[in-house]
């Protein structure tokens, strides 16, 4: 399996290279130079089987050969054995034909623990084969940063610093960053917002002499792996509702467009998916573009669902790479543009993302009134993210089932919950004392040389 750069002009790498090497040379995000497929006879094959099996009949054919058979199954157990569900994915039913996918089992309580706590497996066995050091630098908007720091804290083979915006994430969330005393973790507070941190991270792979330096690696969806962890649970649930035979379809709380587009990798790979419903909150960048056709920045409110307080939706580009016929140059042009504020899609790639993707928004009030609406008629407590993709996935309900992303536990945004539904969700046993921990983080201002040089006198 070769992996290809979305903007066409760097090198092509395997599986191993794609996942230490993070974003491309070119400025664009690795895919794979094909994608698999799996027949309907081996997708029914699935059904039943635990997990961690599903995992490895859906991943296998991306990692080729970079780990055996048996040590790619070793991997895959290792990663799932710390979450708290037998399931690790389990569906529960909504409404007649609406299903929610709990996907906050893992350590860090969001789907974010899906991907890092196998890629945090995969590095550990990539690195300690090539006696290397990596020094991961990710940015967040909350859950990135805690998933990373969970997966990577205490290796002696990885340095892990997070930029997260200062004042914009939940409590929880900072807390779960800035409380492991591991010394190989370092949580960085920026004076900005999230498209800031992940501009600067961007910025720092540009810079060759800094990246060969300290050794860059990214955990970010920019990294592929951390995209094909996710295709496993759309397998998993839609095969729990009669897939192949059944058609399903999912509503997705959509920031960074990594979640999503694992959904469409799984409908590429041939599961039948009918449509993708990309569940945006105030900022809604990408439900405009889906009904203008323009993808226009217009800056960021924060909102009650802080981790999709985002802009410039990283993974976008994957899906316009394949809708542009997978031409690199134009990938590159409108990226280009983007640093002007806005690019327009041609109509041929818009009518191509709208036969597969559809979208709503949610305001603040509306993912308020969700959150009491479903506590009410269900008994389910829902976090303000998954609130947001119940009330677009209501809206776009039709005869197959709609499975809507379920993706963070609410016990992470307590204050909005509370005020919402009068309910004041719990932190597990395990992190009962989270508050009680002692914090450790740096403020540091939206500045990219002061960043590099933080990070080179932390290295050295
Ligand atoms: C709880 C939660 N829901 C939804 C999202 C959006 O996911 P994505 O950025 O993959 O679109 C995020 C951030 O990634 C998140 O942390
Ligand atoms: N919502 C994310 C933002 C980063 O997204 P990623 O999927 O590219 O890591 C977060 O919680 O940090």
């Given amino acids: 399996m070769r992996y290809i750069s979305t903007r066409g002009d760097a090198p092509v790498l395997n599986f191993e290279e794609a996942m230490l090497t993070g974003l491309a040379s070119d400025g664009g995000l690795y895919v794979p130079e094909t994608i698999p497929t799996m027949s309907a006879a081996e997708i029914a094959a699935m059904a039943g089987l635990p997990y961690e099996e599903i995992a490895f009949r859906v991943m296998r054919p991306f990692v080729g050969d970079t780990f055996g058979d048996e040590e790619f199954r070793g991997i895959i157990a290792r990663a799932y054995a710390g979450f708290g569900h037998d399931a690790r994915a389990p569906l529960v039913q909504l409404g007649p034909n609406h299903f929610l996918l709990e996907l906050f089992h893992g350590p860090t309580l969001a789907f974010k623990d899906f991907a890092m706590q196998l890629i945090g497996q995969l590095f550990q066995a990539a690195l300690s084969r090539r006696g290397e050091h990596v020094t991961i630098v990710g940015a967040t908007s909350g859950d990135t940063g805690s998933a990373a720091i969970e997966a990577f804290k ?42 800031d941190c992940q501009a600067a991270l961007k910025e720092m792979f540009a810079d060759i002499g800094f990246r060969d330096h300290v050794k860059l690696a990214a955990v970010n969806s920019i990294n592929w792996a951390r995209v094909l962890a996710q295709v496993v649970y759309y397998f998993s649930s839609a095969l729990s509702l009669g897939a192949p035979h059944r058609k399903v379809s999912f509503t997705v709380p959509t920031g960074n467009f990594g979640d999503i587009f694992a959904g469409y990798v799984a409908k590429r790979m041939g599961l039948p ?30 909102s009650m669902s802080p981790s999709m307080d985002i802009q410039v939706s990283s993974n976008f580009e994957r899906a316009l790479f394949d809708v542009y016929d997978r031409e690199g140059a134009a990938i590159a042009q409108l990226m280009d543009e983007l640093k002007s504020g806005q690019f327009a899609i041609s109509q041929g790639a818009m009518e191509r993302l709208r036969d597969i993707f559809a979208s709503g928004r949610a305001s603040e009030e509306e993912t308020t009134a969700t959150i009491a609406a479903m506590h009410a ?67 540091v201002p939206n500045d990219l040389d002061r960043l590099k040089s933080l990070i080179k006198e932390r290295l050295a």
């Fill in 377 to 443: 008629r269900t008994g389910e407590v829902l976090c303000p993210h998954t609130a947001v993709a119940v009330k677009v996935a209501e809206e776009h309900l039709g005869s197959e089932p709609m499975i809507t992303l379920s993706t963070a536990h609410p016990a992470k945004f307590p204050a909005a919950v509370e005020a919402a539904c009068g309910i004041h969700p719990a932190l597990p046993e395990r992190m009962a004392d989270l508050f009680a921990r002692e914090e450790r983080f740096t403020v």
């Fill in 154 to 195: 205490g290796l002696d083979n990885v340095d892990v610093f997070i930029l997260f915006p200062n004042g914009r994430v939940s409590d929880v969330q900072r807390r779960q960053m800035t409380t492991p005393p591991e010394t190989n973790v370092h949580a960085l507070a920026v004076e900005g917002d999230f498209d």
């Fill in 273 to 302: 998916v009918e449509t993708l419903v990309i569940a945006t909150n105030q900022n809604d960048i990408l439900h405009r573009t889906m009904e203008t056709g323009a993808y226009t920045k217009e800056g960021v409110a924060p």
